[in-house]
């Protein structure tokens, strides 16, 4: 097929009709699940000035360095597209001081956002996200049930294989001590480590603990663990979250090294991940080792650090965000089944431009009393239309010919039994409704 002139801007997608029954499911599991928890929506703004994420997300991350969108208004504002959606709810807490109301707070959103990403399988440029955020609570029982609510919302969508990933990245307190002697281990590894980790750990070591290139592997493995220098504060909080997450019985593992690209999060930090295992076969076709293959469904922390960035206030919170493409992705692989959608009862079919001005009332009849009717208004075959009704399954075609529409009169045909009947066409809704009721 010849290409279209123009396409979709490089990363980003549309959302076709046979992708929207998935982001419908999403969301229809999504608001329920919020619901329950009591949480309230929010939609924030598309875009959002440029420094509400310098500051929120961090200067030095790779979200502000590499991926944002920036562009200046006519009124030589910075503005943003939005990369991530924590930052503007707590703008928004602050703007419409939220903080006077019952706490804590608890909102929900879902909407698209934009990363100037290198578009790969999975990763898009403009991608949606849920998310969830308590503001105003400090308690780990809440980062536990925050973890909880997004597993359910995956097994409820009935994505298999799901493994939470969990660790504690300290605070203020005493993440500043461990980032000195993390930067002092990796200072003496240097020439070890990827090109960008020698660039990345002066400003931000923890990074290099996230980083997926072979050569920093190993150093990775023997470097300091944030774990075993975490204040009482911190241990103390993380040891409930994981205490809390074992009484419930969510699937974990802790990984050191996971930091999360952003320097909002305090304490505890989690992704969560649909990893399919395949069985590999050796030469002689037998079952040999297993590879797996994770797929990042969300992720999200605590981020009491936020506040204070980007208002005047401390507030604890905790939040994270959950991927639709990925999760469709997921979906795709069980597959999901959807119901079939449901075929029209009737048919209307016309010839004529007088039989065609009365069908069209007659069709807001059968609208009106929710009967489901179909049509094909813009071709005049009556073959073609007959056509139309036996593939859309209709028991019922109504057709309004010239010699119809001058006396007033419609012709009902019963699709199983052939039989036909002449029919008032101001007493055609109600036959037909008596007819339907009869078959059910
Ligand atoms: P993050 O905000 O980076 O923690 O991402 C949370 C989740 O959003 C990830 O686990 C992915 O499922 C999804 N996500 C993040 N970035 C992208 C992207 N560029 N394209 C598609 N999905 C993404």
């Known amino acids: 097929m010849k290409q279209a002139k123009f396409q979709s801007p490089t990363g980003m ?78 703008r928004s807490f602050f703007q419409h001081g939220m903080f006077n109301l019952p706490q804590p707070l608890k909102l929900w959103y879902f909407g698209p956002f934009f990363r100037a990403e290198n578009p790969q399988a999975g990763r898009y440029r403009q991608f949606w996200q849920i998310g969830l955020e308590v503001l105003e609570e400090q308690n780990p029982a809440v980062d536990a049930q925050m973890i909880q609510i997004f597993y359910n919302i995956l097994q409820e969508l009935k994505i298999k294989n799901l493994i939470i990933e969990v660790n504690s990245i300290g605070d203020s307190q005493c993440r500043p001590y461990y980032k000195k002697l993390l930067s002092n281990y990796l200072r003496a590894r240097e020439s070890a480590l990827c090109g960008d980790c020698k660039k990345r750990f002066r400003k931000n070591p923890l990074r290099v603990l996230d980083c997926k290139d072979e050569k920093c592997q190993q ?81 999200g922390g605590r981020y009491d650090a936020l506040a204070k960035l980007i208002g005047k206030k401390d507030v604890p919170a905790v939040g994270g965000a959950l991927g639709v493409e990925r999760i469709i992705q997921a979906m795709k692989a069980i597959p999901v089944k959807f119901p079939a959608e449901p075929n029209p009862h009737v048919f209307l079919a016309q010839l004529g431009s007088l039989a065609k001005r009365k069908s069209l009332k007659l069709f807001e009849d059968f609208r009106k009393e929710r009967i489901l009717i179909a049509e094909s208004f813009g071709r005049d075959s009556l073959k073609f239309q007959l056509n139309k009704a036996n593939k859309l399954g209709a028991r019922y075609v109504l057709i309004i010919g010239q010699k119809e529409a001058l006396e007033g009169m419609v012709i009902v045909k019963d699709m199983e039994s052939g039989k036909q009947d002449n029919v008032k066409i101001e007493k055609v809704v109600s036959e037909i409704k008596r007819k339907l009721k009869r078959h059910k």
């Open 219 to 299: 150093i990775k493995s023997q470097a300091p663990q944030i774990l075993d220098h975490l204040c009482d504060e911190c241990n103390s909080h993380f040891k409930e979250v994981l205490e809390l997450l074992e009484e419930v019985g969510l699937p974990y593992r802790l990984n050191s090294y996971l930091v999360r690209g952003l320097d909002y999060y305090t304490k505890t930090v989690f992704e969560i991940f649909t990893e399919t295992i395949t069985k590999n076969k050796d030469q002689e076709g037998e079952q040999g080792d297993e590879s797996r293959k994770s797929l990042a469904l969300g992720g």
């Open 13 to 90: 997608h549309d959302v076709l009709p046979e992708t929207q029954k998935y982001f419908q499911r999403i969301y229809n599991v999504v608001e329920n699940m919020a619901n329950f928890y009591g949480f309230k929506r929010i939609d924030t703004p598309i875009v959002e000035n440029a420094e509400l994420f310098s500051r929120g997300v961090g200067i030095s991350t790779d979200i502000v360095q590499k991926q944002m969108y920036i562009f200046k208004t006519r009124g030589d504002d910075f503005l943003a597209l939005r990369p991530e959606g924590t930052a503007p709810v707590m």
